[in-house]
């Protein structure tokens, strides 16, 4: 049995641990979102898969394999109508998604096994998108947590 499911709810957990006040999702928002989120298992595109995923055998044996695969993630931040200097604050919201970001990462540092879950699990990739809105800035990291683990038995 694959180890996504333990290590989407173990990702899930991490990021409620460092953020308790911040609105964490399990995959994609179904309604409103916080004006800070993170969502884990969620690449942010209907088109485009939440968690990839590549199994190989290792040496003669059939089980278990080894998987390696990449969960999307995204943390947003969104000051509506912030100002700064009579011009909208793009550097908050940018700075604020930055440090959502820098909280997942210490959770991994912590615990880059997710509990046992997995062999390893880290930040590889990530993208950003800055918008200014009609309510104001927004800034979105879409990131990748790479992990490899062995199928459980």
């Not at 460092?18 to 690449?43: F, H, K, M, R």
């Not at 595109?45 to 939440?50: F, G, I, K, L, R």
């Not at 880059?112 to 993208?127: I, P």
């Amino acid at each position: 049995m694959s180890t996504i499911p333990a290590a989407l709810d173990a990702l899930v957990a991490a990021a409620e641990r460092a953020w308790p006040d911040v609105q964490v999702l399990d995959g994609g928002p179904t309604t409103e979102v916080s004006d800070d989120v993170i969502a884990i298992g969620y690449s942010g595109n209907a088109a485009e898969s939440d968690v990839r995923n590549t199994l190989t055998s290792e040496q003669l044996d059939l089980q278990p394999d080894l998987e390696r695969y990449d969960v999307l993630c995204m943390a947003s931040a969104w000051r509506g109508d912030a100002r700064r200097d009579g011009k909208p604050d793009a550097r908050t919201t940018r700075l604020r998604a930055f440090e959502l970001l820098a909280g997942i990462r210490r959770e991994l540092a912590e615990d880059s096994r997710l509990g046992g879950v997995v062999m390893m699990a880290r930040l590889s990739t990530l993208d950003m998108v800055a918008d200014q809105t009609n309510a104001g800035p927004v800034c979105t990291i879409r990131f990748v947590v790479h992990v490899d683990a062995f199928t459980e038995a």
